[in-house]
């Protein structure tokens, strides 16, 4: 809290903008491109909600209303543009005119940002196939431990529709791992 | 689910060498990119275009919908029930059958109907209305003479 709150006494004194900023991005980008990273799996692809997401919160630094703590709200514009991503990414796929996109096994193969080993690319081909607001909330609950609670609160939603969400994405992970074995 | 649960501790995930130090530098480029005229306009015709391109598809469903449901659906079949078929074909009104269940005057009842579904002319209704007894009633509707008293029981 007393890093955010020298980000944002910083960031309201004038000329002390670039200052502010630059102790933003050093704070909190490598946390949000992991968090992301993990929602997108591409590189290229965490790099631009990245960047978006710093660009946002500079756009919108000023109508911050701390009424959570900074990451938080960091996290909440990052997760909405990673949903927005998964989201247009699904209906360019659906829509492609050149033919069925690579799989993802095939991307990982090629990818040299990639290291995991055959349990870890079926575990991420699996979310691959969840719709994206459940692939996030699969990746918050699984991978990063969040309460329920937290994750309504970033996600602005009841805390049962998350549950129900989580639910279904783990029982079609579940089901999609049991069919590989 | 379990034996992947235990590995997920390692990221396998890598960035290429110095991606984050060289973060900073390049958000900042951006935010400090001067906007092409074309992507102002963009930005700002946007939603008037969404909102256009919502009321086109709402449109386009709604005639799209007008065009096929001829094609499957032609109107509620012909009721087996011939007095209901009657109401649907628009000579009787529904008070008579609520009168005829109800055990209310049938007689009353479908004179009220007759009154509500024969036609008069302009000039003999202006005389009815300031005139109008029973017996003109009936005096007009046998001029008429297009029912079949006997069928329908009415005591005349």
Excluded at chain 1, 136 to 165: E, H, N
Excluded at chain 2, 31 to 38: D, E, G, K, L
């Amino acid at each position: 809290m007393t890093e955010d709150k020298e980000i944002l006494d910083a960031f309201r004194q004038e000329g002390k903008e670039d200052y502010a900023f630059n102790l933003l991005v050093r704070r909190y980008s490598r946390d949000l491109y992991w968090q992301i990273r993990r929602m997108v799996f591409d590189h290229d692809d965490a790099d631009d909600l990245l960047q978006n997401t710093l660009i946002k919160a500079w756009k919108y630094l000023p109508d911050f209303r701390e009424d959570c703590r900074l990451y938080t709200w960091l996290y909440r514009i990052a997760v909405n543009e990673t949903i927005n991503f998964l989201k247009s990414k699904r209906l360019r796929t659906m829509f492609s005119l050149t033919g069925k996109e690579r799989t993802l096994a095939e991307k990982f193969t090629a990818d040299p940002y990639f290291s995991g080993d055959e349990i870890t690319r079926r575990l991420y081909a699996g979310m691959e196939k969840l719709p994206p607001r459940q692939k996030v909330i699969f990746t918050m609950r699984y991978f990063d431990q969040m309460k329920f609670d937290d994750i309504a609160k970033v996600l602005k939603r009841t805390v049962g529709s998350v549950k129900a969400s989580y639910h279904h994405a783990f029982v079609k992970m579940k089901r999609y791992l049991g069919e590989e074995d | 689910m379990s034996e992947i649960k235990e590995d997920i501790t390692r990221n396998p995930f890598t960035v290429p060498d110095g991606y984050f130090e060289s973060l900073e530098d390049r958000v900042r480029e951006r935010i400090h990119r001067p906007a092409t005229p074309f992507a102002t306009f963009v930005m700002k015709a946007k939603p008037a275009f969404m909102m256009a391109l919502m009321f086109a598809v709402i449109a386009g469903f709604g005639w799209l919908a007008s065009k096929v449901t001829p094609l499957i659906y032609d109107g509620p079949a012909a009721p087996d029930d011939p007095i209901m078929a009657m109401i649907e074909e628009g000579y009787l009104e529904s008070s008579f059958i609520y009168a005829y269940f109800e055990e209310i005057d049938v007689d009353e009842a479908f004179t009220y109907s007759l009154e509500n579904t024969i036609t008069i002319d302009g000039e003999i209704e202006e005389d009815l209305e300031s005139t109008l007894t029973e017996d003109d009633m009936w005096e007009h509707l046998d001029s008429q003479d297009t029912l079949d008293w006997t069928e329908t029981g009415a005591d005349r």
